[in-house]
């Protein structure tokens, strides 16, 4: 499963930058997004949700604050995942809101628990 973690941290201390390790860890095919830093977690990172193609994302796993994630919309809108996870901090009612009634599952909840307990 190709992952996207946006807001992408090189900063180990962060639970960006262990979401992207763990996902690794359980075999999952990870995209950092971060427009800032050329790696993350020993992968390259991509400038922008925008520089993926359609489709080729199954997650996207939010690690911003609502008001930096806004002008993201219209590229998560176009990449259509098929879930957005939105991690403590990064909710954003109204934006997952419009990504629900596009069809996209949006999801409240931490990327790290998730996976550790089997519900990723």
């Known amino acids: 499963m190709v992952v996207a ?3 992408a941290s090189p900063k180990a201390e ?3 930058h262990r979401a992207a390790v763990m996902l690794q860890d359980f075999g999952h095919r990870v995209v950092p997004v971060n427009p800032y830093h ?3 977690a ?3 990172c991509v400038p922008s949700l925008s520089a993926l193609d359609e489709g080729s994302v199954d997650t996207v796993t939010v690690y911003m ?3 930096l994630l806004a002008p993201h919309a219209s590229e998560l809108l176009a990449l ?3 879930r ?3 991690n403590p901090g990064s909710e954003a009612p109204a934006l997952a809101k419009t990504l629900r009634e596009a069809g996209i599952e949006c999801v409240d909840a931490c990327t790290l628990v998730m996976l550790r307990s089997g519900t990723f």
């Open 65 to 67: 604050r609502e008001a």
């Open 14 to 16: 962060r639970f960006s």
């Open 80 to 82: 259509m995942p098929r």
């Open 38 to 40: 050329p790696s993350v």
């Open 42 to 44: 020993g992968l390259n």
């Open 5 to 7: 973690v946006l807001g």
């Open 84 to 86: 957005i996870i939105f």
